[in-house]
């Protein structure tokens, strides 16, 4: 694969990296609760991960032509978000002096992160869509491994992206209990937001 496509992968990519969403909401809600925005981030990887090598393996191709599997990952994506949303509403992530999180809460943050964006439809065809789109036939790397490098790439830039996002949240509004509270509001609400869409598309569609 030549430099020329590597590049321009990670320029479209890196748009929807940036572009606010669920991954952002979490990102933020694990920074204002502090010491779990590593586990966090990672289990939000994970899911990008999960989706690079569904696509590697083909298997992409046949759930996007399952329209009864789309839409039970659509449903169940969608209601895990409202679901979360919900929680994050009523047990604010506001950070407080003097408190640590339990030694299972890494875990739990991990899981969680793994469902939001492994549940996550719009994730599943994203990368549908793009990984075949820049892949080179005549190039001497074998397809499927171009698909998973590009999916690398793709998660490198979420894991600086979304770190940025989780360590600022924790850095700047550590000492800012009003700021945090509305941050943490609007990212619950930014989950609900994204779980309703997700829903309303699929009873349109």
């Not at 010491?35 to 999960?50: D, I």
Request: glycine share 10%.
């Amino acid at each position: 694969m030549g430099f020329k496509t590597f590049a321009a992968f990670w320029a479209v990519s890196f748009l929807f990296v940036i572009t606010p969403g669920a991954d952002w909401a979490y990102a933020i809600s694990a920074g204002l609760r502090g010491r779990v925005v590593v586990p966090a981030v990672g289990g939000l990887l994970s899911g990008h991960l999960l989706a690079t090598l569904i696509v590697t393996a083909g298997v992409g191709g046949i759930v996007a032509g399952a329209p009864a599997v789309m839409m039970g990952m659509t449903i169940a994506g969608a209601a895990y978000l409202v679901w979360l949303g919900v929680n994050l509403l009523r047990h604010p992530s506001v950070p407080k002096a003097g408190t640590t999180e339990e030694a299972d809460s890494w875990q739990q943050w991990v899981i969680k992160g793994a469902c939001i964006s492994g549940l996550n439809p719009k994730v599943f065809l994203l990368f549908l869509a793009l990984l075949p789109q820049f892949t080179e036939p005549a190039s001497a790397w074998p397809i499927p491994l171009q698909m998973v490098t590009l999916g690398l790439v793709h998660t490198l830039s979420c894991a600086v992206v979304y770190l940025l996002i989780g360590f600022c949240s924790e850095s700047v509004l550590k000492a800012r209990p009003r700021a945090a509270l509305l941050v943490s509001n609007s990212s619950g609400a930014a989950m609900i937001l994204v779980g309703l869409l997700l829903l309303t598309e699929q009873a349109l569609g």
